[in-house]
């Protein structure tokens, strides 16, 4: 049974809908100790002063915000609890907007809201009323004394909510110079767009999240498992993948399409027959190729080993 992190209300008008906050996330992420080389022991970590290297006990700590090098303004734990964001347990709804209407790039964390007990009527009402008009509740509420913006919105019968990051946290692609967005000036042939749209056409499919798997973190425990029963592993060399160039886009476009349609190459290899598609299999992305997996394998494998 799930445990709930923060209890509040859904709060919008006169209506307040209690509500219970569970995280929708399960991290998988691979863990280690440090450890000291010659013989395994744990490694602790201190807090000493740079001045005379002395440690510093926790109650001796304040933050300071540095406002030039080696300059900084002192904050109290005293002075930050005043300023600290208003603890309500309410989320308060501000607008109703369309889902299409907000980029995936403000999305942060994700959550469940379940209803509290005695709210099971309006909760349902409220899940009902947003999938009929089949809006999103943008909404401001806090949580770990920091106050956060969310999404909420229906899914299978419940209500999910996505924290949001805020507009002055997200950076424009205007701001990455040219280095990142460069200005090409060239006109893009017609024949290359239309192929590269056929490509996409060919390539695309209904999302399956259970087809994509972390193969890093699989190929690490993998790596643990064989260490701790004392196999060898043997260090892999690895490749960089290629970037087509220019001129060799549009000969590469239609190897792509021959090879995903399973036609054959006009001018290829002699026999005509089409070369096998570079796609993955069932359990792997299918925009990813097969000589591009086992790279990146390779690279893991030799990432772990050192």
Do not use: C
Not at 66 to 79: C, G, H, K
């Amino acid at each position: 049974m799930p445990r709930a992190i923060w209890s509040g209300s859904i709060s919008f008008g006169l209506l307040n809908v209690p509500v219970k906050l569970y995280s929708a996330v399960s991290r998988k992420n691979v863990s280690f100790r440090e450890l000291r080389e010659k013989d395994g022991s744990r490694i602790r970590h201190k807090r000493v002063a740079e001045a005379d290297g002395e440690e510093v006990s926790y109650e001796d700590i304040v933050k300071g915000y540095e406002v030039a090098p080696e300059q900084y303004v002192v904050i109290t734990r005293d002075e930050l609890e005043e300023i600290d964001p208003k603890k309500t347990r309410a989320i308060e709804i501000q607008d109703f907007v369309d889902l299409d209407d907000i980029d995936p790039i403000y999305f942060d964390h994700p959550y469940y809201l379940g209803p509290d007990k005695g709210a099971e009527k309006a909760y349902a009402l409220l899940v009902k009323a947003m999938g009929d008009a089949k809006k999103v509740a943008v909404a401001r509420f806090v949580l770990r004394n920091r106050e956060h913006l969310a999404a909420i919105r229906p899914a299978d019968n419940v209500l999910t909510m996505a924290t949001m990051r805020f507009a002055d946290e997200v950076v424009a692609p205007g701001e990455l110079g040219e280095d990142v967005v460069p200005e090409d000036g060239r006109k893009l042939d017609k024949r290359e767009v239309d192929m590269a749209k056929q490509l996409i056409d060919s390539l695309t499919a209904d999302f399956d999240p259970s087809k994509y798997h972390d193969e890093y973190r699989e190929e690490l425990l993998s790596l643990i498992d064989r260490k701790a029963q004392g196999k060898s592993v043997v260090e892999a060399v690895s490749e960089e993948p290629t970037p087509t160039k220019a001129p060799d886009l549009m000969a590469a476009l239609e190897e792509s399409l021959a090879a995903v349609r399973g036609e054959p190459l006009s001018g290829g290899d002699g026999d005509g027959a089409a070369k096998k598609p570079k796609r993955s299999t069932a359990k792997k992305s299918p925009s990813r190729s097969k000589s591009s997996q086992s790279k990146s394998r390779s690279r893991s494998k030799a990432k772990a080993a050192k």
